[in-house]
């Protein structure tokens, strides 16, 4: 089981690591298709899509983050469950930094949903799932502590 969870985490972080440049990536297309010029019809059109482009992007890449993060707590809690007790209070600091990734990746989500106005549907499915991970990441987090300083005693 250890070396299963392991695996899995050592994926994650590599993911999370490459959307750390990925999410500069992404707010620099932002600043970019909103540079871009205007005068024309056509240069207008372009903009619009670039910027609208660029906005979903900004926010696809923290809420894979978001994602990422209560897969940690997930596996956090499953140490804390079936793994070594020796170690538990590891398992539970894990799900605290997965947590406080969860939320601050949250946070980027929302921050940028008003960048999203000419696609309500797709913000307004944006915000539900955000909202869902965070209750779902609330409810991980009160258990794994709960569990952590239980199994500590």
Known sequence: MLEVVGTKTQKIKDRLVLLIDEDTNAFNRVMEANRLPQGTESEKAIKEKSVQAANH???EVPLEVAKLSLEVMQLALQMVEEGNPNSVSDAGVGAEVAYA???GASLNVLINLPGLSA???FAAKVK??????LLTGKYLHQKVFDRTVEIIG
């Open 119 to 121: 696609d309500k549907t």
């Open 101 to 103: 990734g969860l939320r």
């Open 57 to 59: 992007y900004v926010v």
């Open 128 to 133: 539900s799932e955000v909202d869902n991970l």
